[in-house]
Every structure is written in structure tokens, then in C-alpha cells.
């Protein structure tokens, strides 16, 4: 497929030494000056999640998880898990003392150990040539003299207003005259930078322990939180080796539970045994069966996947093929399969996904989130560290996969993925977008192979969920009418969703041409850029 220039769009970025894909202009910039100045690919995502932790503070920061895969150019991956777990002495007993029945997401109990921070030094110190000092100076530059509020950015905050105005301190840093800060306005963080400038000479352990750890602990616990000193300086992140699976001659590498991305093997598991190239890529038929096997995986998610301490059945089991074949059975290409459980949880769109290509072709796919807008809302003020709200997906009682545990750490829906083609790399992608991005990588794999689309292609195209409550089909305004009334035909529920659905970012790997073809999202303020 190729692109309609006389209808709006963009073009993916061709480049031959370097590549970067971020959610925003300014954290694209910083990668690309780091990568300029000799740094690796590495450093240029520590950089750029950095500035994204300042310019983007309702999508990501350091009060949040990381996730990523970093890959070598012979295709060998590690994987990082940087989730943080809840505090020991949150149990289903404690909640139950104290009345609570579900993790409100602007509850403290919600608020789980950041584990960014430790997850980027680890990153740095297994791949990376430079320290926090020097890949800092962008990122704290913004928050102590200020950066102007992009257009998408702005739009998220007008969203939250209320929400802020709930904690004196975040309606303190975050709102201008009791609204949201307008676009092309400045705004400053100087506690941010503060804290910023300490873990740059300090390291990690100058954000887990010492005034930082403090200063959060004293604000949750203000609140009624139970998170102590102990529970921050135990914060680790883990070395993962990715689970893969072939797709049509493509092998999709996804990071270990407790993130979701064994879910996104399993929808392509599904769908690859399915004649998908020869559907209309917006066509009811194929949207159908994108949204059958995303139910199922969804489904298989919320019955096993959590902390793998906790899980009863081993992941890899889950890609199996006679469990996918087992699935697959499932599907009618008549009708709606009704008999599905539904889940409590919601959609969220509260991440960032960046993914860096350098020179000497080390990539990296790295994902960083406060999960909801604004995470929990909860802002330690002396320190400028918003804090997430990743424990909003446990079960306060006892029974389910995901039910609360001291020290378990939640299943994550941040999941960044990669590509291998004949053993070497090809594609580094990940999609923001809460619950959807199991789904979303699904799409935007299947786009592009059984499609023939370019990365920007496969990143625009038009895209549809489904509500985890309801089961009822979610489509973007782009969704053609004709596909909508086929599936209702089919017995589907569609509604047209009131939002973009997530985000994305991708880098391909061309090795036969040299090239390096970066996409990056217009739902967001996308920003891909090469040289």
C-alpha cells in the first residue's frame, strides 16, 4: 500500500545512521543531540524519557514503571522489567480493616514503588555510555526554566482539571489560576529539577532513599498509605529474557508477565490462522476477527496473567500452539461469540513509548507510564515527584490472579516489543494506550505484514477496541460506516469512541537497503526524526 499525498498525512522518516520515535517534538530532540554527541542508543531513550518526564507529566514520569528490550544488531535481546511492587504490608486483610473494597485510582493505596528510576540505571549501566549528569541537562533545563505546553498535552490536561484541584499540591504545580496551563504556555517545575539534579549526581539510590524517599512516604502516608522507607529501597529491576513467536515468517518478541505482551502473541496466534491478506484491511470481516481474538486474549489475560510468583500457569504455555489452536476454535466468522467474561477494569490512554536506533545499530524499545492521566494525582511536594497508580489494577480481595499481596507487583499493561526477521532485527514498536496495547500491537503487526504498510501507515490507519466491561465495540471516526454496519450485522455492539485509541511508534530495519524508517503517532504530538 502506499500512501494518498493528496489527502493529510505524513510520511515515515528514512534515515541511514540513526533513528528516534517519541510521543513528543522536545524528547525527540533531546535523543537526537545525545545520539549527535556520540552517545548510544541507550542514552538517547534515558534522555528522552527524561524530557517526556517534564513536558509529558499527564502521560509519564519519575514516579512511574518502565519497561524495555534492548536488542543488538546479531538480534540477541535483554529484557527489563522496571515495575515496582506494592508495599508489604498491603494485603486483602489490611483493606478489609479499613473498609476498602476496590483500589480507587486516586487512592494511595493504588500508589505501588516507582521503579523508572532504578529501571533507567540499570538500563544505563548494562547498555549505556553516560551517566544521569549529562543525560539529564535537557530534562531538567525544562523543568527549572521552563517548556512550552504542547497542543496534545494541553488537551489531555483540560481533561483533568478536577482531578488536580482534588490535592492542593498538584493543583499547586499543575493548574494556572485553578485551569489548565494553555497551549504554547510556559510552566515550570522546579521541585522536579531539584530532584532531577539530585539523581544525577546521586544516582537511583538518591531518588529510593534520603529526602525523595522521604518526602513520599510522608505524603502517602499522610493519606492513610502504608509504603515505608523499606518498601522503596527494595525497588529492583529484572534482567527478562522476551518471549517470541512467529508470525507469517516474523518473529514478535514481547517481555514476560507481568506485563500483558503475552497477550498480543496470543491475538496473533489467533489471527494468523485466518486469511487476513486477503480481507479489506477496514473491511467488517477483518475488524471481526481483530476484535474476536482480542476479546479471547483479553480474557486469557484476566484469568492468568499477574506477578509469575503468583501465576498458576507457566506463560509460555499460553502461546502454545494447542492452546491457540484450542482458542481459535472459538471464533465464527457468522457471528459475535457471546459467552465471554467480562472484566472490571477500564481502557487508559497514560503512557509514553519511545523506541532509538543508533549508528552501530543498537536499538531500543522502552516504555514508561504513570498509568491513569496524572497517575494518582498524588504529588510529593517537596520533591516534585507525581506519583503512579499501577496497584488500580489489583483486586482488593482475595480470589483472582491479580488480587493484592505485600510486595506482589501488579500486571502491567506497558509493553514494548520487537521484531526479529530471519534472526535480526527489523522492527522495534511498541503503542500507548492503557489495556489496548496488547490489542494495538496486534494491529500494527498485522498492518504492516499482511498489509504490505509502511510504519507511518501502519501507525495511522484507523483502529477499534472493545469496552472490557461491556464487550461493546469502540471504533475512531475513520472506521468506515460500511464496516461498522457489517459488524453490527454480525451481532457487535459498536459505538464510536469519544478518543484516539492509544498511540505508537515504530522503527523498521531495513538491512538490505541501509535504511532506517521511523513513524511516529498524530494522535499524539509524535515526533520521528533520523540522520
Same mark, same amino acid.
Given at each position: 500500500m502506499r500512501r494518498d499525498f493528496e489527502a493529510p498525512g505524513r510520511s515515515p522518516v528514512f534515515a541511514r545512521q540513526a533513528a528516534v520515535a517519541t510521543s513528543h517534538p522536545l524528547a525527540t530532540s533531546a535523543a537526537l543531540e545525545v545520539l549527535q554527541s556520540g552517545g548510544n542508543a541507550v542514552d538517547a531513550a534515558i534522555a528522552a524519557a527524561a524530557v517526556q518526564a517534564v513536558v509529558e507529566p499527564q502521560m509519564t514520569g519519575i514516579g512511574g514503571d518502565c519497561f524495555a528490550i534492548v536488542t543488538k544488531p546479531d538480534g540477541h535481546?535483554?529484557?527489563?522489567?522496571?515495575?515496582?511492587?506494592?508495599?508489604?504490608?498491603?494485603? &486483602?486483610?489490611?483493606?478489609?480493616?479499613?473498609?476498602?473494597?476496590?483500589?480507587?485510582?486516586?487512592?494511595?493505596?493504588?500508589v505501588t514503588v516507582p521503579g523508572a528510576i532504578r529501571a533507567w540505571e540499570t538500563l544505563l549501566k548494562?547498555?549505556?555510555?553516560?551517566?544521569?549528569?549529562?543525560?539529564?541537562?535537557?530534562?531538567?533545563?525544562?523543568?527549572?526554566?521552563?517548556?512550552?505546553?504542547?497542543?496534545?498535552?494541553?488537551?489531555?490536561?483540560?481533561?483533568?482539571?478536577?482531578?488536580?484541584?482534588?490535592?492542593?499540591?498538584?493543583a499547586a504545580a499543575y493548574l494556572v489560576d485553578g485551569e489548565a496551563p494553555a497551549v504554547g504556555s510556559i510552566l515550570k517545575f522546579p521541585k522536579l529539577a531539584e530532584t532531577l539534579r539530585a539523581i544525577g549526581s546521586g544516582g537511583a539510590d538518591a531518588f529510593y532513599s534520603g529526602p525523595v524517599a522521604e518526602d513520599i512516604v510522608k505524603t502517602l502516608k499522610e493519606l492513610g498509605g502504608v509504603m515505608t522507607l523499606e518498601d522503596l529501597g527494595a525497588c529492583h529491576t529484572t534482567a527478562v529474557s522476551p518471549v517470541m513467536r512467529d508470525y507469517r515468517g516474523h518473529t514478535?518478541?514481547?517481555?514476560?508477565?507481568?506485563?500483558?505482551? %503475552?497477550?498480543?502473541?496470543? %491475538?496473533?496466534?489467533?489471527?494468523?490462522?485466518?486469511?487476513? &491478506?486477503?480481507?479489506?484491511?477496514?473491511?467488517?470481516?477483518?475488524?471481526?476477527?481483530?476484535m474476536e481474538a482480542a476479546r479471547i486474549g483479553y480474557a486469557v489475560r484476566d484469568k492468568f496473567v499477574t506477578d509469575p510468583g503468583y501465576m498458576d500457569a507457566c506463560h509460555t504455555s499460553l502461546i502454545a500452539e494447542d492452546y491457540i489452536t484450542q482458542l481459535s476454535r472459538l471464533i465464527r466468522l457468522d457471528r459475535r461469540l457471546?459467552?465471554? &467474561?467480562?472484566?472490571?477494569?477500564? &481502557?487508559?490512554?497514560?503512557? %509514553? #513509548?519511545?523506541?532509538?536506533?543508533?549508528?552501530d545499530g543498537l536499538a531500543v524499545s522502552f516504555i514508561n507510564s504513570i498509568f491513569n492521566e496524572f497517575g494518582s494525582g498524588i504529588l510529593a511536594k517537596n520533591s516534585g515527584v507525581l506519583l503512579h497508580n499501577r496497584g488500580a489494577v489489583f483486586h482488593a480481595k482475595p480470589g483472582h490472579a491479580n488480587s493484592i499481596a505485600g510486595g506482589k507487583r501488579p500486571m502491567h499493561t506497558i509493553i514494548p516489543a520487537f521484531g526479529l526477521k530471519d534472526g535480526l532485527p527489523w522492527l522495534s514498536f511498541g503503542v500507548m494506550g492503557g489495556h489496548y496495547q496488547a490489542c494495538?500491537?496486534?494491529?500494527?503487526?498485522?498492518?504492516?505484514?499482511? #498489509?504490505?504498510?509502511?510504519?507511518?501507515?501502519?501507525?495511522?490507519?484507523?483502529?477499534?477496541?472493545?469496552?472490557?466491561?461491556?464487550?461493546?465495540?469502540?471504533?475512531?471516526?475513520?472506521?468506515?460506516?460500511r464496516a461498522i454496519d457489517g459488524l453490527e450485522s454480525l451481532g457487535h455492539v459498536v459505538r464510536r469512541a469519544a478518543a484516539p485509541i492509544g498511540g505508537s511508534q515504530a522503527i523498521m530495519i531495513d538491512r538490505h537497503q541501509g535504511l532506517l524508517i521511523a513513524g511516529s503517532d498524530p494522535r499524539k504530538d509524535g515526533h520521528a526524526a533520523g540522520y
Open positions: 535481546m535483554t529484557g527489563f522489567n522496571g515495575s515496582g511492587a506494592s508495599p508489604r504490608a498491603l494485603t &486483602p486483610e489490611l483493606l478489609a480493616e479499613r473498609g476498602v473494597e476496590e483500589l480507587a485510582p486516586t487512592s494511595p493505596h493504588a548494562a547498555h549505556g555510555t553516560r551517566g544521569f549528569d549529562k543525560l539529564f541537562r535537557r530534562a531538567i533545563d525544562y523543568a527549572e526554566n521552563g517548556f512550552p505546553v504542547a497542543p496534545r498535552v494541553n488537551r489531555d490536561w483540560e481533561k483533568n482539571v478536577a482531578k488536580l484541584a482534588a490535592s492542593p499540591a498538584s514478535i518478541a514481547e517481555l514476560p508477565p507481568n506485563g500483558q505482551g %503475552i497477550i498480543a502473541l496470543v %491475538i496473533l496466534g489467533l489471527l494468523e490462522r485466518f486469511d487476513l &491478506p486477503n480481507l479489506d484491511p477496514l473491511g467488517p470481516e477483518r475488524l471481526h476477527l481483530e457471546v459467552d465471554l &467474561p467480562a472484566t472490571s477494569l477500564a &481502557p487508559q490512554t497514560d503512557t %509514553i #513509548y519511545l523506541t532509538v536506533v543508533d549508528k494495538g500491537h496486534a494491529h500494527l503487526v498485522s498492518n504492516i505484514v499482511d #498489509y504490505g504498510m509502511d510504519v507511518q501507515m501502519a501507525i495511522d490507519m484507523p483502529r477499534m477496541f472493545f469496552d472490557l466491561k461491556t464487550h461493546a465495540l469502540e471504533a475512531e471516526k475513520m472506521i468506515p460506516q
